[in-house]
């Protein structure tokens, strides 16, 4: 029973995500009829030419972003919930997003401090991806390393947060020294954004993404196992280890490559795999894992639709509407359900 119930979940689910895509893609300051969508998908033409144009090159690169980018962060926050056993872990508690931060910050802030040596007079389209994972390469180097000298699963948990609590203080300390313009453009930076990726951008991210993504099929024996404490997966076999190294790994390549390309992006790693136990009533990873990846695209896709406001010029920062739309369903789920983890 449970089997059938899980597979008309994510047939409806996959039914809605195809629905929010074409939406997504559709709408916009310029709305777009769902058949010149598919004519211009399915390799025909447009009724407009402007049109085959915003399709191809602006929101087919920005829904697919949109999907990458929520599923990714659930399917991370998942794994930290899960490995920490704790409910309010997200994808960021490893501090890499804070990391991702501080590597565009000293990029785009630290001119003030190094003279322009650090800032060229033109920023190319891979600057700040560079950055952002430079900065999150070097954090999820050091917390690796201390995973290897620690054997407490809560310990990796405190230097994660104190990462964070670090880069956020050098943030700081550059942002005083820096330029009101310098400011701005942080500060954009950290709204997020889904729509700056090219092509080849685009290809990077789903290269990265994908490999991470097929590297949960590793983990999810020990990641069940895991649910009922470390002693238990010891004895159930489980190399803890070599366990523990693969979870933060995946996490930390992608919250490292989604916010490099993405920006720092918020709530949606720490509710969606509370949505998802909810919804399939279970805690087996077998079924989890995919059913955050249909859920974590298909909210990622109505927040972005939410923030373009259709028909308007204007586009809302993304993880103001995340944090708007996402934070009271959830509460509103967790108080009906009256649990966190089934």
């Excluded at 500060?187 to 954004?193: K, M, R, Y």
Aim: with cysteine; charged share 10%; glycine share 8%.
């Amino acid at each position: 029973m449970l089997k059938q119930a899980s597979k008309k979940h994510f047939l409806l689910l996959f039914v809605i995500l195809l629905f929010l895509c074409l939406l997504n893609i559709s709408l916009g300051s310029v709305s777009i009829p769902f058949k010149d969508i598919l004519n211009t998908l399915t390799g025909g033409i447009a009724t407009k030419e402007s049109w085959q144009t915003i399709i191809l090159n602006f929101r087919l690169p920005k829904a697919i972003t949109a999907i990458l980018v929520g599923s990714g962060l659930s399917v991370a926050g998942l794994l930290m919930q899960t490995f920490f056993r704790n409910p309010l872990a997200g994808p960021f508690v490893l501090g890499i997003s804070s990391g991702a931060s501080f590597g565009v910050a000293l990029f785009i802030l630290g001119s003030s401090l190094f003279s322009g040596f650090l800032m060229t007079n033109s920023i190319s389209n891979w600057s700040l991806p560079m950055a952002s994972s430079a900065g999150a390469f070097l954090v999820l180097s050091a917390v690796v390393i201390a995973a290897n000298k620690v054997k407490n699963t809560m310990s990796i948990l405190i230097i994660g947060l104190m990462f964070g609590s670090l880069t956020a203080a050098l943030i700081s300390i550059l942002t005083y020294f820096s330029t009101a313009a310098q400011i701005q453009q942080f500060l954009f930076w950290s709204f997020g954004s889904l729509g700056n990726l090219s092509w080849s951008e685009l290809s990077i991210f789903i290269a990265v993404y994908s490999i991470a993504i097929l590297a949960t099929v590793a983990v999810v024996k020990p990641l069940n196992s895991l649910l009922l404490g470390e002693n238990y997966a010891k004895s159930s076999g489980v190399n803890i280890k070599k366990s523990r190294n693969i979870i933060l790994l995946i996490t930390s390549i992608l919250t490292g490559v989604i916010t490099a390309f993405a920006g720092p992006i918020a709530f949606i790693g720490l509710a969606v795999p509370h949505i998802a136990r909810i919804i399939f009533s279970t805690a087996n990873h077998k079924i989890l894992i995919p059913a955050v990846l249909l859920l974590g695209a298909i909210v990622m896709l109505i927040c972005d639709t939410i923030s373009q406001l259709p028909t308007s010029e204007f586009t809302l920062p993304i993880n103001a509407i995340t944090s708007l739309f996402g934070a009271p369903v959830v509460i509103w789920l967790l108080i009906r359900k009256k649990q966190l983890f089934v």
